[in-house]
């Protein structure tokens, strides 16, 4: 069956008018035209022209839960009730922070903001406070959020555009970021050889999300995390996509290795905006009004989204949503492998957890690696896949996600498009 997809085309047309490519977030501006969403429950979302999608793209990572999951909903609409927005603290906040605080032993403080860009852009800020220093390290192909120091060789749509620069961001602002490629010790070493006493931090993905998933070889992090010690560099795990996602504690509970900072959102937000950046408390300190790094927010703290986070922790915890998810990521894996091997192609299936993807070429280690993939190719094979009623984020370098709402029957239907497209 052909998708129709008219009144999206329409509505598109009208919104380039109003709003620049169309859309509120670049990402989302798939040519010749995005579908428009009506309505999201579960595992499905249904556009404009009424055609519904098995969905593995859920809002980039957020709704580990499906879309609409009843217990979220209730909880925000109970939060609704008593109204959402103060301007003054609640005891909702201090609950979530307590609970973070306890999953996570790199975090004893946190603050909430309403977005990973802010939560990266204010631990960065912070960092800078505590050391004394002005330059970080980030990894080429990293996304950390759309502020102007780190939008330089960024991933997302920063990559999918072939935008991975920023105009309107002076040099200036961006002398102080330098770069290294993901996987590479060595050239870690080099950078702190060279500026030592001058970097503030290193922010990395522990999974490179937004180009990927790009996963770290052994040993990679444990090494990271040495050599940010031995340099007193604060080193910043941005687990905005990860968190709550690879396992309770994210990506550091995962692969055992704890950084000074942790950056989230996402997941915590339960599809509510959100962000936390958190750490050590002599580091946290450093945030006013305790101390004198300055950041704040009218939304941050949002009550619908801490109520969101906490009851998204419970249901992450009462249903032990990580081992299930991340087994059926495996055997998803697996079947697609066959099916890539079986097809006798030249790509690659990578992933970790309730993370995949298809590289259209070899394995990726590194962003450099990553662009030499097949992306026009991939852009031709995520249209398949949409009239094959699938939706996948689209481009080459961006990861699928699984939730708790994909049943049995969609993962046969994707991996059935999968073999019928692939061909
Ligand atoms: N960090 C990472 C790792 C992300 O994936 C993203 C968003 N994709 C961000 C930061 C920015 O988050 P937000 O879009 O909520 O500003």
Known sequence: ??????????????????????????????????????????????????????????????????????????????????GW???????LEIKLAERIAGIYPSIDMVRFVSTGTEATMSALRVARGFTGRNKFIKIEGGFHGAHDAVLVK??????????????????????????????????LIEVMEKYG??????????VMGNVGPILPDEGYLQEVRKITE???????????ITGFRMAMGGAQEYYGVTPDMTTLGKIIGG?????????????????????GVYQAGTYSGSPTSVAAGITVLDILEEENVHKK???????????ITDIVEDLGLNYNVCGVSSMFKVFFGDRPRNYQEVLRCDKEGYLKFFF????????????????????????????????????ANLK
């Open 1 to 82: 069956m052909l998708v129709e997809l008219t009144r999206s085309e329409k509505l598109y047309e009208k919104a380039r008018k109003l709003i620049p490519g169309g859309v509120s977030s670049p990402v989302r501006a798939i040519k010749p035209f995005p579908f428009y969403t009506v309505s999201a429950s579960g595992s499905k979302i249904t556009d404009a022209d009424g055609n519904g999608y098995i969905d593995f793209c859920l809002a980039y990572g957020p709704n580990i839960l499906g879309h609409a999951n009843p217990k979220i909903k209730q909880t925000i609409i109970e939060q609704l009730d008593k």
């Open 230 to 240: 031995e340099n007193d560099v604060v080193l910043i795990f941005d687990e905005v």
């Open 325 to 335: 998810l991340n087994a059926t990521g495996d055997k998803l894996r697996a079947g």
């Open 384 to 419: 398949r896949m949409l009239e094959s009623s699938i939706f996948l984020p689209p481009s080459q370098f961006e990861t699928n996600f699984l939730c708790t709402a994909h049943s049995e029957e969609d993962l046969e239907r994707l991996l059935a498009a999968y073999q």
């Open 154 to 187: 960024a991933g997302s749509g920063a990559t999918t555009l072939g935008k991975p620069d920023s105009l309107g961001v002076p040099e200036d602002f961006t002398r102080n970021t330098l770069q290294v490629p993901f996987n590479d010790i060595e050239a």
């Open 197 to 206: 006493k001058d970097i503030a931090a290193f922010i990395l993905e522990p």
């Open 271 to 291: 599809g509510m905006p959100i962000g936390v950046f958190g750490g050590k408390r002599e580091i946290m300190e450093m945030v006013a009004p305790s101390g």
């Open 85 to 91: 927005l103060y301007g003054t603290p609640t005891e």
